[in-house]
């Protein structure tokens, strides 16, 4: 591994609001009802984008791919997804929405030398990622590459962050944290308010039955929070996920990489500054680990 690992969570830091994009853009709501999706909340284009690169999938096998969403909540937008439109037909409405968002949010940004750099250099570190075992990461690398840089720039941010999700899925089961369990723990050490998880609709009871397994693991206390061992456990799932994420940066030199995050900061300051994306996610993206 070239890189430290502090560097590898800092790139998904800073890729991940462009990534993000796309499940709050107004641009993104628009085609997905041009296309007949519901979109008084954002869970049916959110299904609909995200899982269309797997093809015409059913909810059994998106509940496991995306993991800590609820099955209930998944069979209820996925089930019915492709009658609306078939996936083709999502994808190049994804297309046209990540165009019509980042042109909008980014403005002169836009066409600039140094977005196609930033844009080059992170499709180095995206086709260097190897896609086995890593489904969703796989399914986006099928893709073709957009010609447009700001384009090209989302694609590489999102095959990365599907690469880096299957790691995490791989690393939580590592754990044996189970769906509920990730969310739980992640919530006992800080990374969100409980009240945060709510949106991944798991019930009050799944809630409380997962938080009396950790805690007969010794993981939390029993008003949730985590124990000594639970924030052990939580640090090492984190660690093993950015050990796991870490092989597509090998592609870039210390440099470059330095200069990749250089030049992604004022787009990625100008999206976060626009107001669009949450304050706060379940993703724990601010978190901090001491991995000593």
Known sequence: MTHRLDTVRRMWQLLEPVHATLYYAPEAFEEAA???????????SYFAYRAAPLGPVGPALVTSLFYSLSPDLVERHTAPAWRVAAPE????????????ALRRLLGD???SPE????AGLARRAAEAASVAGRPMAAANAALPWPEQPHEALWHAATLLRE???????AALQAHHLGPVEALVSHAAVGAAPQELFRGRQWSGADWAAARTRLADRGLVHADGRATDEGLRVRTSVEKLTDQLAAAPWDALAPDELTRLADLLMPPVLTLIGSGLLPARSTLGIGMTYDYA
Do not use: N
């Open 34 to 44: 041009a296309l007949g999706y519901a979109t008084d909340e954002r869970w049916p």
């Open 89 to 100: 037909r999502v994808l190049a409405a994804r297309g046209v929405a990540v165009d019509r």
């Open 109 to 111: 940004h836009i066409g």
């Open 115 to 118: 977005l196609r750099e930033a």
């Open 163 to 169: 690469h880096r999700g299957d790691g995490h899925v």
